[in-house]
């Protein structure tokens, strides 16, 4: 029998492709399925343990890191949240940034190659905002600097695919951020005149002899002002970050996305505008006592139950606005088995 002798040439082509897949491990989730690659071929506990020493070590060094710099930055941010009923729905962004996170879990990519050290540009440029607002002692520029530096954090730590799974939720960390001051000022500004127009218009069409005088309303013998603390900014926040997580985790068209974008600020105007007709019937009708009652206690609960059922019911009529229907040929119909 004729033997056959290995070729010395591919056992040497051989040993530095092995080496590398050797050195192309990819971390995963502690408990995910692993991807059939050479690295699979290490032990099961011993991948584990090397698994959890590194989220264990990333997550001390980058949120031990990002405590010790942004500390003062959260603190600012808690104290605008406690002191400004605008932006009082701070408290409530993280929390529910977490949980979009927690249903979107099962798409998370468990195969991103870590580290991603792209991440350290963002990094760079937080440190770099972060400094830029605690010179000029801007609290929204700060903020903005937490925010990168957590998209840089998660990209850096778990990787490319990674950041972009978690983006939505990052996005929305944006909403916990105050307005800068001029921005906040021309908003409410703009905000205050529409809702005095558009309540004037309401108040017309209801019988009413309602005169608009720049945010001052005239109804008969009554005067009612539409202040800055009326004109709707916290309505048009809540507005905002209630539709940016809807179409986050929704699955629709992309033009039902931007309608419902776009719905924000006639939805929130709107809105606002039935507090301060409901406010002027109750002056009219009833009394000025019912009618100062009404906008200190009940009215902010009656703008956010009518802005949800203005934005749902829009939700629901671009979803019955358009029916997807299958299109054939009549080609395609005719080769089609005729049913007996």
Known sequence: MASRRKNPRHAKLNRPRAASEARSTQFHWPGSARSESPAAAVPGSAADEQSRGYWLAAALVVGGLGAWMFWPTIADLVAVWNA??????????????????????????????????????????????????????????????????????????????ALLWAMPAVLFLMFMVPVPFRIEQLLSWHLQTATTRISTVLLECLGQPAIAEGHTLHLGQQVLEVEQACSGLRMLMGIAAVAFAFVALQRRPWWEKLTLILAVAPVAMLANSTRVVITGLLMQVVSGEAAVRFSHDAAGWVTIVCAAALFTVLAAYLRRLIVAVEMETGRELLRRPAAL
Do not use: C, N, Q
């Open 84 to 161: 400004e009923p605008d932006y009082s729905h701070g408290f409530l962004v993280a929390p529910f940034a977490a949980t979009m996170l927690w249903m979107r879990r099962k798409s998370f990519p468990a195969d991103s190659t870590v580290p991603g050290w792209g991440g350290l540009v963002l990094l760079v440029v937080s440190v770099a905002v972060r400094y830029a607002g605690a010179r000029l002692f801007l609290t929204p520029l700060s903020g903005w600097a937490l925010v990168i530096w957590l998209a840089g954090a998660v990209w850096l730590v778990a990787g490319r695919r």
